[in-house]
């Protein structure tokens, strides 16, 4: 489904990333995967060198525009043009998981929202502006339910999502009519990932709950009854990337197996 295209993945360190990545490769595109360590990056690219694909790792703070603008030069460089770029960054949240809003520092509130939202913005208008030179491309990113949904406990996770999503609207608004579709995916908890793991720790002490008993209540807010497996995002993103996409953009895919209407 991807075969010709060039794709870059940010946080391709991280469970998402990695598998988008793998992913990616595995339906025939060119893989550049960045993230701040090089190590988990070089192992992935060997991994899906040895299936067969082309993944090639970088060093690049998603944070930093001239590390990700010099790595994008690098890529067209190498590869003649960059068609899909896929921001899985995940900003630790250790520190405001598990606590109410009338005790969280205001630190603990704006943090998430300024660093999701600065890296989805530099790593998607960097390679807008390549795509809009040549006409094409796809920029993506991932969300959560909390951008749609009250949840507790959270602190300013849920406005990081609620504005990338928004930012996903207005970046396509201008960037469409140059052929540029920005498509996000808000999928549900995946317990395969450790994310899922490591949300929950700091909310047992809050709720008392056990790992069981948690995994059954995020459960029972689905139609379906169940979570999410990392492959059902990936098969989306993967959709989503090629031109049988095209019909989409402005807009973030709602993976949360009907636990928030659209
Ligand atoms: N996993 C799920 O079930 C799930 C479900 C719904 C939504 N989500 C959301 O999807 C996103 C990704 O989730 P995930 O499970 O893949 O998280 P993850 O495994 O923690 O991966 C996030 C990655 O982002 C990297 N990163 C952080 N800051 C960076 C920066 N400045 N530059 C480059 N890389 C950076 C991290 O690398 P370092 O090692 O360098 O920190 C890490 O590898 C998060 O927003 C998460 O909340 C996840």
Redesign the pocket.
């Given at each position: 489904m991807l075969k010709g295209k060039v794709a870059v993945v940010?946080?391709?360190?991280?469970?998402?990333?990695?598998?988008v990545a793998r992913a990616f490769a595995g339906e025939g595109a060119q893989v550049f995967v960045?993230?701040?360590?090089l190590a988990?990056l070089q192992a992935l690219a060997a991994e899906a060198g040895s299936a067969g694909g082309s993944v090639r790792a970088a060093e690049?703070?998603?944070?930093?525009e001239r590390a990700i603008d010099a790595h994008l030069s690098n890529v067209v460089e190498q590869a003649g043009r960059v068609d899909i770029s896929f921001n899985?960054?995940?900003?630790?949240?250790a520190k405001i998981l598990g606590v109410p809003l009338v005790d969280l520092e205001l630190e603990q509130l704006s943090g998430p929202l300024t660093?999701?939202t600065a890296?989805y913005f530099l790593t998607a208008r960097l390679a807008a502006r390549r795509m809009v030179a040549q006409r094409s491309g796809v920029i993506m990113t991932?969300?959560?339910?909390h951008a749609r949904m009250g949840l507790p406990l959270v602190g300013g996770?849920g406005l990081?999502?609620a504005t990338k999503e928004a930012l996903t609207r207005q970046l396509s608004v201008e960037l469409a009519p140059h052929g540029v579709r920005v498509v996000g995916l808000?999928?549900?908890?995946?317990?395969?990932?450790?994310?899922?793991r490591?949300?929950f720790e700091p909310r047992a002490k809050a709720t008392g709950m056990s790992w069981e008993q948690w995994q059954e209540t995020l459960a029972a807010r689905t139609h379906a009854r169940r979570?999410?497996k990392?492959a059902e995002?990936t098969n989306m993103a993967t959709f989503l990337a090629s031109d049988r996409g095209s019909g989409m953009t402005g807009t973030t895919v709602n993976l949360t197996l009907g636990s928030v209407d659209d």
């Amino acid at each position: 489904m991807l075969k010709g295209k060039v794709a870059v993945v940010y946080g391709a360190s991280g469970a998402i990333g990695s598998a988008v990545a793998r992913a990616f490769a595995g339906e025939g595109a060119q893989v550049f995967v960045t993230g701040r360590r090089l190590a988990p990056l070089q192992a992935l690219a060997a991994e899906a060198g040895s299936a067969g694909g082309s993944v090639r790792a970088a060093e690049v703070d998603a944070l930093d525009e001239r590390a990700i603008d010099a790595h994008l030069s690098n890529v067209v460089e190498q590869a003649g043009r960059v068609d899909i770029s896929f921001n899985a960054v995940g900003v630790p949240n250790a520190k405001i998981l598990g606590v109410p809003l009338v005790d969280l520092e205001l630190e603990q509130l704006s943090g998430p929202l300024t660093s999701y939202t600065a890296s989805y913005f530099l790593t998607a208008r960097l390679a807008a502006r390549r795509m809009v030179a040549q006409r094409s491309g796809v920029i993506m990113t991932v969300t959560a339910l909390h951008a749609r949904m009250g949840l507790p406990l959270v602190g300013g996770y849920g406005l990081a999502m609620a504005t990338k999503e928004a930012l996903t609207r207005q970046l396509s608004v201008e960037l469409a009519p140059h052929g540029v579709r920005v498509v996000g995916l808000r999928p549900y908890a995946m317990p395969e990932t450790p994310t899922i793991r490591n949300a929950f720790e700091p909310r047992a002490k809050a709720t008392g709950m056990s790992w069981e008993q948690w995994q059954e209540t995020l459960a029972a807010r689905t139609h379906a009854r169940r979570l999410m497996k990392l492959a059902e995002l990936t098969n989306m993103a993967t959709f989503l990337a090629s031109d049988r996409g095209s019909g989409m953009t402005g807009t973030t895919v709602n993976l949360t197996l009907g636990s928030v209407d659209d």
